[in-house]
């Protein structure tokens, strides 16, 4: 079982910044990437950024440039730094965590999401 909290969500103004964090505890064994998606009303979870264990990163287009993942492997936490936020970005995030046995796929693992609403 792995655990994930996340924090950091809030209000900010367009063109602001937010820091997401995401602890994982539990059985942390395995866990190959972690990541953040996101969900807004009416639209499907989509995938926001991951970071490998071995510190590989992966963006969605629409937040290059803005958002940074980065990972404590000591602390078990994911970060995500976002700044230039734009209404758009207003969603539920959720931090994932993968695991993997090689290199098949074994389970993911959510966190129960933090709001990021962005005021125009």
């Known amino acids: 079982q792995v655990q994930l909290v996340e924090s950091g969500g809030g209000l900010v103004q367009a063109g602001g910044s937010l820091r997401l964090s995401c602890a994982a505890s539990?059985?942390?064994?395995?866990?190959?990437?972690m990541g953040w998606y996101r969900q807004a009303p009416g639209k499907q979870r989509e995938l926001v950024a991951f970071i490998t264990s071995g510190g590989s990163t992966n963006y969605a287009d629409s937040v290059k440039g803005r958002f940074t993942i980065s990972r404590d492997n000591v602390k078990n936490t994911v970060y995500l730094q976002m700044n230039s936020l734009k209404p758009e970005d207003t969603a539920v995030y959720y931090c994932n965590a993968r695991r993997t046995v090689g290199w098949a796929f074994v389970d993911d693992y959510w966190g129960q999401g933090t709001q990021v609403t962005v005021s125009s």
């Open positions: 539990g059985s942390t064994s395995g866990i190959s990437a």
